[in-house]
């Protein structure tokens, strides 16, 4: 059907808004992490929060009420994994999963690659669309605990930001320095 009737608009309006409003407070108490997409679990939250409105918004048979009772739910279970985890390193390996090196110095993890179902035309892409036109430019790829790739262009002499990255163990030990 084109048009129901101009309640049910009426309705959709007067829902939006107040849902809307609801939303925006809701994400404004529990700050900023909570539609961070920095591993898999915040993006299922992100995801969650938008199938609720719209099951607020479109769903006769679901109030504002419960919809604004449910957006309070998930942004509590999300406040409370995402506090746990920095406290937690058990929990923290649960929730989050850690990068996997795809490509250092010259050489693919063909192992880390079939384990994230990724191809070599993939971290290719992520080359390019860092800028890089050769991988002859790149020491690593990684794929991060969102999905995302980051692309290092030069590692240079501290490594730190690469301790928790899958792979480092197993990449080629430095060599010592001739004299």
């Keep these: 059907m084109f048009f129901d009737g101009w309640d049910d608009l009426g309705r959709l309006v007067v829902i939006g808004v107040l849902a809307y409003a609801g939303l925006v407070v ?25 199938s609720t409105l719209s099951s607020a918004l ?20 999300q406040y409370g994994v995402t506090f746990l985890s920095v406290r937690s390193e058990r929990v ?19 192992r880390h690659l079939k384990r994230e179902r990724v191809t070599r035309e993939e971290v290719l892409a992520a080359a390019r669309a860092a800028g890089h036109g050769s991988l ?9 605990t969102d999905g995302s790739f980051s692309v290092v262009p ?3 002499e501290d490594w730190r930001a690469m301790r928790t990255v899958s792979g480092m163990d197993m990449r080629p030990k430095r060599q010592p320095a001739t004299r």
């Design 154 to 156: 030069k590692l240079g």
């Design 58 to 77: 479109l769903s006769q048979d679901v109030s504002l009420s419960e919809g604004l009772l449910a957006f309070v739910l998930l942004c509590a279970l």
């Design 136 to 144: 002859g430019n790149v020491e690593a790829v990684v794929l991060e």
């Design 26 to 50: 809701i994400l404004r108490t529990t700050g900023k992490r909570t539609l961070s997409k920095m591993n898999a679990f915040d993006l299922v939250i992100t995801v969650a929060l938008g």
């Design 92 to 110: 923290q390996g649960i929730v989050k999963g850690e990068p996997s090196l795809l490509y250092f110095k010259g050489q693919y993890f063909e």
